[in-house]
Structure formats: C-alpha cells, structure tokens
C-alpha cells in the first residue's frame, strides 16, 4: 500500500481533518544533536516517523522533551563508565506551542506545554513530533524537572513522567484540535494516554461510570506496540504509587477493568486491557508474547529501519545511480541483485576508511583496511553478551595469524544502575589491552550514539550479535548493517529467524541450550567459514555483500513495517472497503469461459 495524494493526509497546519494517527512513544531520535534517546527503541520511533513522512501518513507524534538528555558515557582508561548529563534548550531550536494543559499528579495540577519539530519526508511531506515540557513557572519546582531525564530516578519519577506522556499528551493534541482516530502506544509507558480517551468518550461523566461498553469503544482507537521479551521488562508501580499518583478515581478505574497484576498496576496490562490491535516486533517475539499473555490475541510486526537515514553516503550514491526511485519505494532495492559486485566493494571500502579515521581520531588505534573487521555495537545488557566472542581469547588470536588479523570494534552504554553491564565494558577493555601485541585488535569506542552507530554499521565486514535466546525482541542493528553490504552472524533470535539465509546474507550461530555450545559453533564460523571465505574467496564475498542488501535490506525497513501497520492496525476498515469497492468477477462467466 502506498500513500500518494498528499491532500487527504494531515499535515501540521491542516490539524482538524480525521483519519490520523496519533503516536506516542517515550524516547524518539529526530536528530543526532537531539539526545531524547537512549538506543533502540528511541531510534525505532524515529525512523517509524521518518518513513510516515516520506509515505505522507496522516500522522503526529508526541514524546518528552527530556532537557538533560539520557546521559553521555565517558570510559576511563580501565573501562569504568562514568556519566554525564547531555543539556540542550529545546526553546533554541523547536517552535513554540501556544497551548498548555494540566495534569493532576499527587493532587496538584501541573502544567504542560509542547515545543514542535516538523520531520520532512522525501516527497515534502512533514510529521510534526511534540516535544512535552513541564518546566513552567507556575509548576512546583520539583515538577519543573519531570520532562528532565530519560528513564532517570526512581518509581515514583517514571510514573509522573508516563502520566506527563500518555495523559498529557492526549489532552496536548486535543488542545491543539487533533481529532486522532487511532493512538499507538509504542511501549507502555505511554499507556495512561487511555484514561484522557476514556474521559473523552464518557462526556464528562466520572471514570467511575465507565462500562465495558466505554472501554470497547476506546479499545477501537487505541493499538499497542510491546517491545519486551521478559516480564522484568514491563512498568509496574505499586498499589500505594498508583493511588497516590494518579489519584484515587484513575487508579481504581484501572484495577477496576483488570490492570493490575498481583498488587502492582502494570502497565502493559494497561496497554492490552485497552487496544484492539497489539503486536510484537518480531515473528518470534510475538510468540514470546503470546506466551506471556496468554489472554490476549497479539499479532506480529517486524520492526526495520529507514532506509534513506542508515545507509552510508557511499553506498547511497550507488543506489541514487542504480535505482533512483529507492528512497520513494524500499522494495526497489531488491533490484540491488543487479548492481556491478565491484561498485558495492569499492562503495563499502570508502565506508571503512570512515569508521578507520573516526577511531584513530577518537582512540589513536591505526586500523588497517585490509585487515578482517568485525562490529558489535548495543547497549551493554549482559543478556547480550558482548564478551561471548572472547570465551576462548587464544583460539582467535590463532585465527587473526592464520588469516592476516581481526579486527574488533565495540561500542555501548550501559544504563547508570546496570552494574553487571558495566562489568562486561571493562572485560572487554581489559582483554583489549592483554591482546595488544598480537594480531587480534580490539578497540572500544565511548559515548555509542547516533553518528558512531552509522559509521560502525556500515564500515565493518561482518556484524556480530550473541543475546541469549529468548530476550531479543527484534535487534534493528544487523538491519542497518545489511543495508550497506554487511552480512551478520547471530543467534537465532529476533528479526535473524527471519533475515537468515546461510552463506546468502550471513550466518546464524547453532542453536544450544549452553554458551559452550554457542561458543563453539561461533569460532567454527569464523574460522572455517567466513574467514576463509573474506581472504581467499572473494569473489562470493562479493556476492554475499550483494544478497545481504537485495534480500534483507528490501524488506527489514520501516517503510515496509509502516505498511503493514496501516493494513493490519491502523485503518484495516480501508483494505476492506478497497476489496468491496473493487470490481467482482462474474464467477458463472468465468467458468462458463
């Protein structure tokens, strides 16, 4: 499906027309010098938006301002991670919303405004993203910071901040005269965006009121987006926060129509309990879901990435020269099969003098282009394991002599509170500097974000992911990576169950309930496969290159994710009323014929 006339779609001046969507998401990345994002979900969220402007959805989206950023990640020469705030004014850069709203928070009003970002698409058309602020004079000073910090304090911190989100957002846009038809919460925290709906459909009637009638029509409007494989992952507040919070009517509303879960109010639940549309990010993660919730039907969306926005200018100027219509139409790149290998190899080898000159700059290391380069860059959780690769050291030093070096190039934040991620940054430095004189270099790049994350996806030969199954809802990395020419080698989990073709566009890590296992079938990889392949064939190198870009990169990208959104969660009335519209065959002709 694909959106053209650009007269029935929303724009920023045109805000009273229907048929738009209205999307909510807690962290979005507009812009590298905005830091309103922590990693993949805030990158998700822009490209999502990125592409609805290049589609011309009638769409707008509503996020925090979060004045002091997430944090930027300073590393010391052992690999502590220290942090520091990332200020910016969005007043010197956005445009100035005129209406402020109030949200009762522990019993007082506070005041919400909005600052403004249009986001352009390629075809002109714009996306408005509002940027909420709670920091007014006419706010408690501690209220005055609950738009400051991305995922940053304690409970009651992040409870305050969803209600700013969902609740204040809603009651933004209708201030602004949206009407939306359909709201997509992309995660939960932004599910308190239901209880405005629902005071809007009751007429000023008190919750309290509210039937199962009500919450079905809300239900109508509202599509959830889940991201989390694991329960842990999930909001949840306790009992005394939710009534002391939101206030005695909205909480007992919300444990009234089943949102909370042994005791705590849950905001997944939340998110479900209230939306007729709800899927995973992946096929596999929907089936996680399904399996967490059981009672609910939950479909699946594979998460991409925008293309335009994550392929390197190289490679881009290929594709501008090869298929021009690519940055219009995704799919187009699957005529990628058909570009000369030599000019993919050659736009690839300007992408790693890139990344090469960005790490001298940045650490002083020379890498060598010549030499094997492997990239792993993801938020330092330790179910993603960034220090699997290195569980026998001595075997890939053997590997780098037998095959002219490897290069390893690292990149991640861990969350302040994540000691064990933290721990898994500094083993990986401390073997970094035990490996210094051999042929095996390793490199870890500080501060991981949106620039760096471009340079390494698309200057490294291969892209190398390790989660422990099953706790990769999506991964959106090896998608940019293959977008230029760069083929993975993963676990089998998330989006790679389905990007997978062996040997066409990577490699998948052997399925073991062990890490020994696991281990094994990685250096097997490498050392009989891929290596080998790299140095002396590399002719089908070539090849790979050119499959990982027309299989994986045609498909896992938002504007083909966003399509299918519009079919099957945001407006499936109109393929109905297209189907029904459509002329029918005469079936007693067609057989007579």
């Not at 009638?58 to 020469?77: E, I, N």
């Not at 079905?216 to 507040?237: I, K, L, N, S």
């Not at 390197?312 to 005529?335: C, E, G, K, M």
């Not at 933290?422 to 042929?439: F, G």
Request: proline share 6%.
């Amino acid at each position: 499906m694909r959106f053209i006339n650009r007269s029935q779609y929303l724009s920023p001046e045109e805000p009273g027309e229907g048929g738009m969507v209205a999307y909510f998401s807690m962290e979005i990345a507009v812009m590298p010098e905005f830091p309103t994002y922590s990693g993949g979900l805030g990158v998700l969220a822009g490209d999502t938006l990125r592409a609805a402007a290049d589609m011309g959805l009638p769409l707008a989206a509503v996020t925090l301002a979060h004045r002091k950023g997430y944090f930027r990640q300073r590393l010391d020469p052992t690999g502590v991670q220290t942090e520091e705030p990332q200020p910016w004014s969005p007043e010197t850069i956005l445009v100035a919303e005129e209406p402020v709203v109030s949200v009762t928070i522990e019993g007082r009003p506070v005041a919400v405004r909005a600052w403004r970002y249009d986001m352009e698409g390629v075809t002109g058309h714009r996306i408005p993203v509002y940027f909420l602020d709670t920091n007014l004079e006419q706010n408690d000073p501690t209220d005055r910071t609950l738009t400051d910090h991305l995922y940053g304090g304690e409970a009651d911190y992040r409870l305050r901040q969803e209600a700013i989100l969902g609740i204040g957002g809603a009651r933004l846009l209708r201030a602004l005269e949206y009407e939306p038809s359909v709201y997509h919460m992309n995660e939960g925290h932004a599910a308190l965006l239901t209880i405005p709906v629902l005071e809007q459909e009751l007429h000023g009637a008190g919750l309290q009121t509210a039937t199962e009638r009500n919450i079905e029509a809300v239900r109508r409007r509202c599509v959830f987006t889940t991201h989390t494989p694991v329960p842990a992952g999930h909001d949840r507040f306790s009992g005394e926060q939710a009534y002391r919070i939101l206030g005695t009517e909205r909480a007992g509303m919300l444990e009234h129509f089943g949102c909370f879960h042994d005791g705590l109010l849950n905001m997944t639940y939340v998110a479900l309990r209230f939306s007729r549309f709800v899927n995973g990010v992946a096929m596999q993660h929907g089936k996680v879901s399904r399996q967490m919730f059981p009672e609910y039907t939950i479909d699946a969306i594979t998460n991409g990435v925008h293309a335009g926005t994550w392929t390197a200018p190289s490679v881009q100027a290929i594709f501008d020269r090869h298929l021009p219509r690519w940055r219009q139409d995704n799919v187009t790149l699957r005529y990628a099969i058909d570009i000369p290998e030599n000019e993919i190899v050659e736009a690839h080898a300007a992408s790693k003098q890139a990344l090469i000159e960005a790490v001298k700059a940045a650490t002083g290391v020379e890498m060598r282009p010549e030499v094997f380069t492997i990239g792993f860059a993801r938020r330092a959780a330790t179910y993603k394991r960034a220090d699997l690769l290195f569980t026998d050291p001595e075997r890939l030093v053997r590997m780098a002599e037998k095959f002219g070096g490897i290069q390893v190039v690292y990149a991640g934040k861990a969350h302040p509170a994540d000691d064990p991620g933290k721990a898994k940054i500094r083993r990986v430095i401390e073997l970094a500097k035990e490996l210094r004189e051999t042929p095996l270099s390793i490199v870890y790049l500080e501060n991981y974000e949106w620039k760096l994350g471009a340079l390494l996806t698309g200057g490294v030969d291969l892209w190398l992911n390790t989660p422990r199954r099953p706790y990769e809802a999506s991964g959106t990395s090896g998608m940019k990576a293959a977008l230029n020419g760069v083929p993975s080698l993963s676990i089998l989990d998330g989006w790679w169950i389905e990007g997978w073709i062996e040997g066409v566009t990577g490699w998948a890590i052997d399925d073991h309930d062990d890490e020994p296992g696991e281990t094994k079938s990685l250096y097997e990889h490498l050392e009989k496969l891929i290596l080998p392949l790299f140095c002396k064939d590399t002719g089908q190198w070539r090849r790979i290159m050119r499959s990982t870009i027309a299989l994986n990169g045609s498909f896992f990208n938002t504007q083909r994710m966003l399509e299918q959104y519009v079919i099957n969660a945001y407006f499936p009335e109109r393929r109905v009323e297209k189907i029904s519209e459509s002329p029918q065959p005469d079936l007693e002709k067609t057989v007579a014929g």
